[in-house]
């Protein structure tokens, strides 16, 4: 990215900037102190589509995909590796689910490409078309949020049904997790299908139509964002708003402009993120989803977590809790930071910067150019943390000498 090659300018721009874009690419988020579409050069945007496209699938799963073109055999810890990155408990198998990710992954970006080209083509023309058609693709899908085509990312087509709702189509698909579709195309019947899969499709259905009717009432008269547009307008560009948060980033309405009703629904909706073993990040839709129904459970008294007459694992809610509490420790302790390193930008910006960031979603209001130094390089890490996990973060730091070999004493405490 540094290269002078990459630059419309033809000279290096800032080494931190540089830095900044291929991690906020790698990790799919989307945030940039460069604007994409005026700054970097045909090339340029190559490398951050090709960044795109292994953060998205998985540097591993990326990996493999070079393995099979060359004919490699997979080694055991290959197997591991794999079997690690997309949350399966054996390696039983791992080749083929690689196999069926890749080719699931390149079909469904390339019905993407195709349908934003009835659009982009006849306004672009040819080789810009099919160029912005396939980096638009990937980019929604891997739930990444890069745009090329202007500044304003999709707001242009705040309203236009083919290209919101092809947008809207990739961040699901990609958020719903590659173990999904796959239960989704072998089982095909509801009774059947894991219990993974029923969390994630009925939680997200519930985290779309929701938000969808808030932004829809809050943003109904609001001049900045949906007041001027007609029904059909404010119909897709609520729906749009309700999906971009789950990680993926792009915008067809001004995130700065928002009613403070929308600013804390697009809030949370960034820190949920999408499902496990799929492109989004967040907190993800089933650690929500074990968190509550372990309230619940607390509340009236209930022995077991239970949903769809499944029983949920202790170590699961175990980790569900850790996840949350590890997660809101992180966000709470870069904010504070900022807010010692940014003092010119008011609070509600930097909450939803680093929101933005952990959730490697990308939406920002417009404040990402203006970071110090040691703000970039917070974002930064943040959305390094994001893509990675915060058990993944938290293991490698506070795991050194654990030992379960013996167990403490058990003494009450109160609490509430």
């Not at 160029?131 to 309203?159: H, K, M, Q, R, T």
């Amino acid at each position: 990215m540094n290269l002078p090659i990459a630059n419309q300018s033809g000279q290096s721009p800032p080494f931190i900037d540089s830095v900044f874009t291929a991690t906020s690419a790698v990790c799919v988020t989307g945030l940039v102190t460069l604007t994409s579409a005026t700054h970097w050069t045909s090339f340029g945007q190559l490398v951050i589509i090709l960044l795109i496209q292994i953060g998205g699938i998985g540097i591993m799963t990326g990996a493999g995909a070079i393995s099979l073109l060359i004919n490699r055999r997979f080694s055991i810890r290959d197997r591991l590796y794999l079997a690690e990155e997309k949350s399966v408990n054996s390696i039983k198998g791992i080749v083929k689910l690689t196999k069926n990710i890749i080719f699931l992954t390149l079909f469904i970006e390339l019905i993407g490409a195709l349908l934003l080209s009835f659009q982009f083509v006849p306004e672009f023309g040819w080789l810009k078309g099919i160029g912005f058609s396939i980096f638009y693709s990937i980019s929604a899908f891997c739930n990444a949020g890069f745009d090329i085509i202007g500044e304003a990312s999709l707001a242009p087509y705040v309203d236009h049904a083919l290209v919101s709702l092809t947008i809207m189509g990739l961040i699901i698909c990609g958020g719903l997790g590659f173990s999904v579709f796959i239960d989704l195309f072998i089982c095909r019947k509801w009774q059947r299908f894991k219990l993974h899969t029923k969390l994630v499709l009925v939680t997200t259905g519930l985290l779309i139509m929701i938000p969808f009717l808030i932004f829809l009432i809050a943003e109904w008269n609001n001049p900045d964002t949906m007041g001027h547009l007609d029904l059909n307008g404010k119909l897709v560009a609520s729906l749009f708003q309700a999906v971009t948060p789950r990680t993926a980033g792009f915008l067809s309405i001004y995130q700065d402009k928002l009613t403070s009703p929308s600013l804390l629904v697009t809030l949370f909706l960034m820190f949920v993120g999408g499902a496990p073993a799929g492109t989004a990040g967040g907190l993800k839709v089933t650690t929500l989803t074990i968190i509550l129904l372990f309230v619940y459970s607390n509340i009236i008294k209930r022995k077991d977590t239970v949903i769809f007459h499944r029983r949920i694992p202790k170590y699961i809610i175990n980790k569900a809790i850790s996840i949350m509490v590890v997660s809101i420790v992180w966000i709470g302790v870069v904010l504070f930071l900022l807010t010692l390193t940014e003092p010119h930008l008011s609070l509600s910006d930097l909450v939803y910067e680093v929101v933005s960031a952990y959730g490697t979603v990308g939406l920002s209001r417009g404040i990402t150019a203006d970071l110090s130094l040691i703000g970039k390089l917070l974002i930064m890490v943040t959305m390094i943390f994001g893509k990675i996990g915060p058990m993944a973060m938290a293991y490698v730091f506070l795991t050194k000498n654990a030992s379960n070999s013996y167990r403490e004493a058990e003494e009450s405490v109160m609490v509430g």
